[in-house]
């Protein structure tokens, strides 16, 4: 089979279309024929073994694990003998959250999963292309709000980076959840963001959200271009300050995050987790159920093929993508 591999640590040009093994198939898992996946910050980082904490589990010199891509959408073609969640010729989506040791391999024509896995049938009227979108970055946004953010009904709810892949997911979880919704991009995404349904959308090289005087029961910052300081401005005094931002620095990345905002939310006395991806069978299934019910559609911005993962990981990697980036196989 095709499959998209690297050896070593470096820019896009170090993945590579390869004639591959078929995966294994153990007794608990199923074999995916895989239609579409989708790319995330994630990928770009195990692209470049960065930051470099990470090449304690993925590898000090070199990736250990030559395979990439963690959403999917497809076929199931094959389960082994334990399983009994899937049959042969469901079609289903799923994927692998934020582990830099754990990924579903999603960039080749097959891949295996546990049937445990965060993989469940693919939501009816979505295609492959759309139903790979969603699994990291939709179930990122729904742990954000949901799970840390304990989101409610009538919640002032700002996000902070609206128009990139978690951040469209975030604005439509947000509004299915009954929030008002304060929603944070570029001039050229202003229009894309209110059509799916920010009450409020603030042009950030126009304005300053953080001076416009309004208070927000939780803000959900996605891009980490501005202060704790500036952020607890604008925070309710109970509010949440959530960050998932891309991890900053070549070293240690989001663990500094991580510190910063722990000793800082015991100054200031305001709750302020840190939000990583945690994969969840459960979760998966809850936002197919939105999907279904017309409350969740997923934004495309470009797609590729299989052979040119490499210009896909490369346009994510600048950070300016609307929605998500997919690739048809």
Request: aromatic content about 6%; glycine content about 10%; overall charge positive.
């Amino acid at each position: 089979m095709k499959a998209i591999r690297y050896r070593v640590y470096g820019p896009p040009d170090v993945l590579q279309l390869e004639d591959v093994g078929m995966p294994a198939v153990g007794d608990d898992e199923i074999l995916i024929r895989v239609k579409a996946a989708s790319v995330n910050p994630l990928d770009w980082h195990n692209m470049r073994g960065t930051p470099y904490l990470v090449r304690l589990t993925m590898g000090l010199s070199r990736p250990k694990d030559h395979a990439m891509g963690g959403d999917l959408a497809g076929c199931v073609e094959a389960v082994g003998r334990n399983v009994t969640k899937f049959r042969p010729g469901d079609e289903v989506f799923g994927g692998r959250g934020n582990s830099p040791i754990e990924r579903a391999a999603a960039f080749a024509e097959y891949a295996s999963l546990h049937q445990d896995a965060m993989v469940t049938r693919k939501p009816v009227g979505l295609t492959f292309e759309e139903a790979a979108s969603v699994p990291v970055a939709a179930v990122t946004a729904l742990q954000a709000l949901c799970h840390k953010g304990r989101i409610r009904a009538g919640h002032r709810v700002l996000i902070n980076g609206a128009a990139g892949g978690v951040g469209t997911f975030a604005v439509q979880l947000a509004k299915a959840y009954g929030a008002e919704v304060t929603a944070v991009c570029s001039t050229r995404n202003v229009e894309m963001v209110g059509s799916i349904g920010a009450d409020h959308v603030v042009d950030y090289t126009k304005e300053d959200f953080t001076r416009t005087g309004r208070r927000y029961d939780l803000v959900l910052d996605l891009v980490a271009n501005r202060s704790l300081t500036d952020n607890r401005r604008i925070l309710d005094p109970k509010g949440v300050f959530l960050e998932c931002a891309p991890a900053e620095g070549l070293w240690a990345g989001p663990v500094v995050a991580l510190v910063k905002m722990m000793v800082y939310s015991k100054i200031v006395r305001r709750r302020m987790p840190f939000v990583l991806c945690k994969e969840s069978q459960d979760d998966l299934v809850v936002l197919r159920e939105l999907i279904e019910a017309g409350k969740i559609t997923p934004v495309i911005d470009r797609g590729y093929t299989l052979g040119e993962v490499p210009e896909a990981v490369g346009y994510l990697e600048k950070g300016h993508a609307r929605g998500k980036v997919v690739i048809t196989l």
